[in-house]
């Protein structure tokens, strides 16, 4: 066993030297290629070689100061890409190893794609390039502080002014306030805004639109424009290096064009006309955000169980005889149980994130081809995905820390921040117990279908053998069975598929299908996890 300078013997070598694998065959597997090892091995490098994107003080900063510092990281990072003329592969990669939330988050993960996704190909020609060259800065302007996950409920509107060929952007209750957008507290000067569309007199709906909020000239507001920071958020650093805001209109103008006008436009005479261009095609974009949300689970579930497993092999207690060494706490069979599963399901994140990027592909070649059959099905399996994977992973977090004993509750452990930064993640981008309610209605639709005589496909396929599922039971006798990977995917899908059934007939029971939902959805949510897990 290898020791340091201090004669101590170092564990992790130890524990290294008899891995029963394949480390380097690992390490591919986890990043996809033997490319993507070498990429992330270098970007890693370069950011960890770099003293600006230090991180070690960043829990005992001020809020006022970790600011100042993402602003600085960011604009760095931003010189280092151009400097280095990095690829896209390698910028991500480098933003990402920089590991402190800002800004250039939003406005690379959601402004930009929004035009992208939803506007014309003359509104991504005008604004595309300046987001490119971070001539304006964007945010998502979606959130509001009286509605989040029930999107068609926001109250902010944009009434089109014929006369002068405007949307009067307008915030009409103080519920109506945009709530939570990140970089809209300080950095942003534009953001996709999204409001109920009035023309004619008619409300059509929820619809995004470009809106500049702060002069290009010396930053200031607008006017009409009331806008700032919400506030501290919950751990040390952590999330509080993002800017989240508020933001509020009073009848702010701005020109027709800067409706996002991909799907629906209003013409010069304020006519609301629909575009030959389908809107499932937004269900794309959904896909690959909640496909970037899984993944990122697993990257961070995969931080915390490499701390806890490296503290498991480092820290020693009991066990000591006639003076002898203590026990590695890795050891013993408690942690291992605790650990291993955790270890296991960081794995399992990482490839289902994969199998996702693989639906994404296949859900934008369908939807180009006007195929829209499999849309509610990968609806589902993003919604349900999104939800078990980031439950799951805040809820690791936590049990690493306690793996690591008191040493854990140290920001300098890691854990803390960790855990803080993460923990949004079961929030934005649809609460966990929305979404897990909006996989219940997609199965209890298809087990309605099954009976009806409809054959499955898909990732719902197995329950066109609905009779045997029904009735059969598991032919596992010993732990060695476990290994059969047939009998595990039968004992889940029998599992998924009861627990369907059952959820169905319990509303069917109530005297309304609604009055069934309301009464069953506390053991609908954990009836949906099945069908996610298998």
């Given at each position: 066993m290898a020791a340091d300078g201090g004669g101590e013997p170092d564990h992790l070598a130890g524990e290294r030297a008899t891995a029963q694998f394949d480390v380097d065959g690992m390490k591919v597997a986890w990043a996809g290629s033997r490319h993507a090892v070498e990429v992330a091995d270098r970007m890693a490098r370069l950011v960890a070689s770099d003293p600006v994107f230090r991180k070690d003080t960043r829990t005992m900063l001020s809020r006022k100061e970790l600011f100042k510092d993402t602003l600085k990281k960011a604009a760095h990072a931003w010189k280092r890409i151009v400097e280095l003329r990095l690829t896209e592969e390698e910028a991500n990669l480098?933003?990402?190893?920089?590991?402190?939330?800002?800004?250039?988050?939003?406005?690379?993960g959601m402004f930009v794609p929004a035009i992208k996704g939803q506007g014309t190909e003359e509104q991504q020609k005008k604004w595309l390039p300046m987001a490119y060259k971070f001539q304006i800065i964007g945010c998502y302007a979606q959130t509001e502080l009286g509605h989040g996950s029930n999107v068609q409920g926001l109250e902010t509107t944009a009434t089109f002014d014929?006369?002068?060929?405007?949307?009067?952007?307008?915030?009409?209750?103080?519920?109506?306030?945009?709530?939570?957008?990140?970089?809209?507290?300080?950095?942003?000067?534009?953001?996709?805004?999204?409001?109920?569309?009035?023309?004619?007199?008619?409300?059509?709906?929820i619809h995004g639109f470009i809106v500049q909020l702060r002069s290009l000239d010396d930053h200031s507001p607008l006017p009409g424009v009331t806008l700032g920071d919400i506030g501290g958020k919950f751990g040390s650093g952590a999330y509080n290096s993002m800017d989240n805001g508020v933001l509020r209109f009073d009848h702010v103008r701005i020109p027709r064009d800067?409706?996002?006008?991909?799907?629906?436009?209003?013409?010069?005479?304020?006519?609301?006309?629909h575009s030959d261009v389908p809107k499932q095609l937004l269900y794309g974009t959904m896909v690959y955000v909640r496909q970037t949300i899984v993944a990122d689970a697993s990257k961070a579930l995969s931080r915390?169980?490499?701390?806890?497993?490296?503290?498991?092999?480092?820290?020693?207690?009991?066990?000591?005889?006639?003076?002898?060494?203590?026990?590695?706490?890795?050891?013993?069979?408690?942690?291992?149980?605790?650990?291993?599963?955790?270890?296991?399901?960081?794995?399992?994140?990482?490839?289902?994130?994969?199998?996702?990027?693989?639906?994404?592909?296949?859900?934008?070649?369908?939807?180009?081809?006007k195929d829209y059959s499999t849309l509610p099905e990968a609806h589902a399996c993003t919604a349900g995905l999104k939800s078990v994977t980031t439950s799951a992973t805040?809820?690791?977090?936590?049990?690493?820390?306690?793996?690591?004993?008191?040493?854990?509750?140290?920001?300098?452990?890691?854990?803390?921040?960790?855990?803080?930064?993460?923990?949004?993640?079961?929030?934005?981008?649809?609460?966990?117990?929305?979404?897990?309610?909006?996989?219940?209605?997609?199965?209890?639709?298809?087990v309605s279908q099954v009976a009806a005589g409809k054959q499955p496909v898909g990732t719902i396929a197995y329950m066109g053998n609905i009779q045997h599922l029904m009735q059969c039971?598991?032919?596992?006798?010993?732990?060695?069975?476990?290994?059969?990977?047939?009998?595990?995917?039968?004992?889940f899908e029998a599992r998924a598929l009861r627990m369907a059934v059952n959820c169905a007939q319990n509303i069917s029971k109530a005297p309304s299908q609604e009055e069934g939902w309301c009464c069953t959805s506390s053991s609908v949510i954990s009836n949906m996890k099945a069908w996610v897990l298998l």
């Open positions: 480098l933003r990402l190893y920089v590991d402190q939330p800002g800004y250039v988050d939003l406005h690379w014929p006369s002068t060929d405007e949307f009067v952007m307008h915030s009409p209750t103080l519920t109506s306030s945009k709530w939570w957008p990140g970089g809209l507290g300080k950095a942003s000067t534009h953001a996709v805004v999204y409001a109920r569309l009035i023309t004619e007199g008619k409300d059509y709906g800067q409706m996002l006008m991909r799907l629906s436009q209003v013409t010069r005479e304020g006519k609301y006309v915390a169980v490499c701390i806890a497993v490296r503290y498991s092999a480092i820290r020693k207690q009991f066990g000591s005889q006639d003076g002898g060494p203590e026990t590695q706490v890795l050891n013993y069979k408690t942690q291992q149980s605790r650990l291993f599963p955790l270890l296991a399901s960081a794995y399992a994140y990482r490839f289902v994130g994969q199998w996702l990027k693989w639906l994404y592909t296949d859900v934008n070649q369908k939807l180009e081809a805040a809820d690791a977090i936590e049990e690493c820390r306690k793996l690591c004993g008191g040493h854990g509750y140290l920001n300098s452990s890691g854990l803390p921040e960790l855990f803080a930064v993460y923990v949004p993640a079961c929030t934005y981008e649809g609460d966990n117990v929305v979404l897990l309610l909006q996989v219940a209605r997609f199965l209890m639709k298809t039971k598991s032919a596992v006798n010993t732990a060695e069975d476990w290994l059969n990977p047939a009998a595990i995917k039968e004992v």
